[in-house]
């Protein structure tokens, strides 16, 4: 079984100096096995750094990471085939969340589960986005 380990290059513009948290909480952006491209989750993190203030905001950051993820692997959006997305206060953010979500992801939609928790790593922070995608047979 061959795995490969998705590295982020230093200097991206998505991601930018926030590529530390992937050695500081010890897991890779994405690992490719058995064909399938499992993306880690994804959070509403400027390149800078900052949290983005609102739940649009922080949903588009979070889907352009696993844009941007896709892209290393020659792959875009019409490859996932599965999300899941965490957020908090799900039912005050599930409107702006929706509008934002509906803008990005377009037909063929993957399989998508919202799930309404507590709380994320960091207090300011409302949602996260994990999936995973196919590459093409």
């Known amino acids: 079984m061959t795995i490969h380990t998705v590295e982020i290059p230093e200097g ?14 010890g897991h890779s ?9 499992f993306i880690a989750g994804q959070i509403g993190r ?6 983005a203030e609102t739940i649009g905001e922080q949903t588009e950051i979070a889907i ?6 896709l892209r290393l692997e020659n792959l875009d959006l ?16 599930l409107p702006g969340f929706l509008e934002t979500k ?19 790593a960091s207090p300011d922070l409302l949602i996260e986005i ?5 590459y093409p047979e």
């Open 64 to 69: 352009r990471r696993i844009e941007e993820i």
């Open 46 to 51: 400027r390149p800078d750094g900052t949290v």
């Open 78 to 93: 019409t490859s996932l085939v599965d999300v899941t997305s965490y957020h908090v206060d799900i039912h005050r953010h």
């Open 130 to 134: 994990r999936a995973t995608a196919t």
């Open 29 to 37: 952006a994405a690992v490719r096995a058995h064909g399938h491209l």
């Open 12 to 25: 991206s513009a998505v991601f930018g100096q926030t590529t530390s948290a992937f050695a500081r909480f």
């Open 102 to 120: 509906q803008r990005l992801i377009t037909a063929p939609y993957p399989a998508w589960s919202l799930i309404g928790i507590s709380g994320l």
